[in-house]
């Protein structure tokens, strides 16, 4: 299973960005997906998650209203639509599948994850 993230990039503070997860060799149709970030010198964190059918959504309360968490079939991407950026946003970005299972934010519950994109903010 291979996932590719990208999209990141250098944006000032109340920018936008969008991130895309692309699924090389399977499908996300039918699995669960999440991002997450690991900021400098701090432990991975959850941005957000989306259900294998699109129905269910989840976030961060950090990001919550800000970003929006959506899944393109057809192209077999997962996209991670980020406005309104802070410097505490900075951060490098991973997508994540789970095997089964719904909508989580522990980063344990997902089997397999892309290399990261890197999100900088600046103020």
């Known amino acids: 299973v291979q996932l590719q993230a990208s999209g990141g990039g250098l944006v000032s503070t109340g920018g936008s960005l969008r991130l895309s997860c692309l699924a090389y060799t399977h499908t996300f149709s039918s699995y669960t997906t999440g991002w997450f970030r690991q900021a400098p010198g701090k432990g991975r964190e959850f941005v957000a998650s989306i259900s294998w059918n699109a129905e269910a959504t989840y976030y961060a309360d950090s990001v919550k209203g800000r970003f929006t968490i959506s899944k393109d079939n057809a192209k077999n991407t997962v996209i991670l639509q980020m406005n309104s950026l802070k410097p505490e946003d900075t951060a490098v970005y991973y997508c994540?599948?789970?095997?089964?299972?719904?909508?989580?934010?522990?980063?344990?519950?997902?089997?397999?994850w892309g290399q990261g994109t890197l999100v900088t903010v600046s103020s």
């Open positions: 994540a599948r789970r095997s089964y299972g719904g909508i989580s934010d522990v980063a344990e519950d997902y089997r397999y």
